[in-house]
């Protein structure tokens, strides 16, 4: 299975993230040598989309849900090395679909008919290099590269199943013995662990004759498809 992954995030001292439900951000500077930054946001987030194996790709409707954002940054006087920046983040989401088709998943089938639901449950840590290319007191701009590290997996569930099995011999009195198997609740799971590239780049621009800053920052891949394992 494969899914497209980029990101584009932003953030501000104020209402400038679209869908953000809390932003803010912590910089205490030291004779204004090493700045450290401690920031973090909150934002719903809309899933869509299909997934699945091979030609069984299935929609299941997957909801709305609050994701979190959390990040650490620190900067110094040394030109020659880099900036350091570290965020975490969360993408966790459910959905259930009605099986028109059979399904495969993680290595499980899902037979037609089957009421299944999935649940995504990934997080990732970003590790951040980058330089400040340009900074006139009013507008700068960081550029750098990061490394993306996955970890998580998707789980479809399918409907809790049992056997039941009747064997009858004898003609009068007829003996029928049923026969009963424990319920089965059929499990797919796709892990990823995967760590990808991508460009980072940061803009921070300063609110003339007031004390707010906007803080633009865009991650965006440099493979095009992250592949989940099967």
Request: with cysteine; aromatic share 12%; net charge negative.
């Given at each position: ?151 998580g997996a998707i789980t479809v569930t399918g409907e809790v199943t049992s056997t039941h099995d009747e064997e009858c011999h004898g003609e009068t009195p007829v003996v029928c013995i049923i026969t009963t198997t424990d ?47 099967e």
């Amino acid at each position: 299975m494969k899914i497209m992954v980029w990101a584009v995030t932003f953030t501000a001292f104020f209402t400038f993230a679209p869908q953000a439900a809390a932003i803010f951000t912590f910089t205490p500077q030291a004779n204004n040598t090493v700045g450290l930054y401690l920031g973090g946001q909150i934002w719903q987030s809309e899933a869509s989309g299909i997934f699945g194996e091979k030609n069984t790709l299935i929609d299941f409707n997957l909801k709305k849900e609050l994701q979190a954002n959390y990040f650490i940054a620190i900067e110094h006087p040394y030109p020659l090395l880099p900036y350091v920046r570290i965020s975490s983040t969360t993408l966790d989401t459910t959905g259930k679909t009605h099986l028109a088709q059979v399904f495969n998943f993680g290595g499980e089938a899902f037979a037609i008919d089957d009421n299944v639901s999935a649940s995504v449950n990934v997080s990732y840590i970003d590790y951040t290099l980058y330089y400040e290319l340009f900074d006139n007191g009013l507008f700068s701009v960081d550029l750098g590269l990061t490394a993306r590290d996955f970890n998580g997996a998707i789980t479809v569930t399918g409907e809790v199943t049992s056997t039941h099995d009747e064997e009858c011999h004898g003609e009068t009195p007829v003996v029928c013995i049923i026969t009963t198997t424990d319920p089965v609740t059929p499990r797919g799971k796709s892990p990823t662990n995967d760590i990808e590239p991508m460009l980072y780049v940061a803009t921070n621009i300063n609110i003339p004759l007031t004390r707010l800053s906007a803080i633009a920052q865009v991650d965006l891949v440099l493979v095009a498809y992250h592949s989940m394992n099967e």
